[in-house]
């Protein structure tokens, strides 16, 4: 039964969020719905991160078992066939060891959050970035932000819905970038760890807002950080300016 | 009667275009209907340039009278207020002189035209993209591209709708690069010109992608040129990857 990692792009606003849910649409259901129309499923497929509704991904992966020796090149070409209309759309494909395991098998995410940092609200960018309208200090941020890197008990910036086993993790990097964009400044925090919580991004870029915006001293962030306590996280900001952009594996499926 | 200069960014998806039409949802008329909120109308506002279904603008330039003395910081905010939640925002906003004219004060137009060249098609990009599945020789279309360069008679690519007294005009750049995105590729093409012609771009854009797709020589391009015939034109290709994205005063009143 060949085994094949798909990595896949997706526009986060008509979904539920990545995990098939009854009555409500989500990408994992469309994808499954598009390996249906290929071979009878059902098909259960697994995905490296469980994005919330309407996260967005450029390279989510995920997996999925089927019967005949498909190409790689065209089982993509087929799920895009399946996919249409919606912005579901699978960019790499690539056949795997049977062991092989989109979740299990990942040792790296990575993320990025879009401020548009301007007066004006959005337009073009409506429903893939923050808007926020009142000038950040980045250096500020970056500041709060280093408290953050690191092994640490990320308790305070997780869900209290998080499934997690346990809040200690290791925040590899959180760099915060000003970019210049024909809409305006944008904010960019890339973040890359082994795993991240639920929530622990947007709790992240939430509580680096009050910094950047005056509201909060840096230093408040290590002190959030080290209570230990949801109650001592800045506000979690929308899931609209976040993206999931890439999964380190050992040896990389789509390289 | 004081006169304003707005700088409006538009997402062209839900328009009949830039120009007030009976029954059909036009950027000119959510702007009118806005300034009716703060001003008896009736209001009618000319712009630097009348983009078509589809189009969409990061700076295009109109004008408006209006009765009362207005900070022009507060009238960008209060038709912000009002446009919401149409993806219509005022980006700059300045009271110019009475004889100051959105169109005829113009000496610039600029335009960018975005093509997302891979297999997939596009899911955060779409309706902001021409997506190319094949791939293009860029370097082909920049040899195709220079015969457009400069003072013609551009009969060949305007629509036969186009309203302009002369189809001369001088065609001051259209330079072409390779962008890497996350999504991937993108090829834009960026054209600059006192005025431009109906559809003069996405005949440009449709002719030169014949050219990167290796269907036509980049001295066919000569040849339709010097055709002065609409029907020497190759495909006019879709709205869906072209901006408005910058109009040029003697004196800017957004400086």
Not at 22 to 48: N, Y
Not at 94 to 119: K, M, P, T
Not at 172 to 197: C, K, M, N, Q, W
Request: glycine share 8%; aromatic share 8%.
């Amino acid at each position: 039964m060949p085994r094949f990692a798909l990595q896949v792009e997706y526009d986060g606003r008509p979904f539920a969020g990545w995990q098939r849910q009854a009555d409500q649409p989500s990408v994992q259901g469309a994808i499954e719905d598009a390996l249906a129309k290929l071979e009878p499923g059902p098909h259960t497929i697994a995905a490296a991160g469980r994005t919330d509704a309407g996260v967005h991904a450029r390279a989510q992966v995920c997996h999925c078992d089927l019967q005949k020796p498909w190409d790689a090149f065209k089982l993509m070409s087929a799920l895009n066939h399946h996919l249409k209309p919606l912005p579901v759309a699978i960019v790499g494909s690539s056949e795997v060891d049977e062991d092989w395991h989109a979740r299990f098998s990942a040792h790296e995410r990575r993320y990025l959050f879009r401020i548009l940092n301007r007066r004006s609200r959005p337009t073009l960018e409506e429903g893939q970035v923050w808007h926020v309208a009142h000038p950040l200090d980045v250096e500020a941020m970056r500041e709060g932000a280093k408290h953050l890197i690191g092994l640490h008990d990320f308790t305070t910036f997780r869900s209290t819905m998080c499934q997690a086993a346990s809040p200690v993790k290791t925040l590899d990097e959180l760099s915060i970038s000003e970019v210049p964009t024909t809409a305006g400044l944008e904010i960019h925090f890339y973040l890359r760890a082994r795993s991240f919580l639920h929530n622990q991004v947007r709790s992240f870029v939430g509580t680096l807002e009050r910094v950047g915006a005056g509201g909060w001293h840096p230093d408040k962030v290590r002190e959030a950080l080290e209570a230990k306590d949801r109650a001592a996280c800045g506000p979690v900001c929308p899931p609209h300016g976040l993206y999931l952009v890439g999964v380190g594996y050992p040896d990389d499926p789509f390289a």
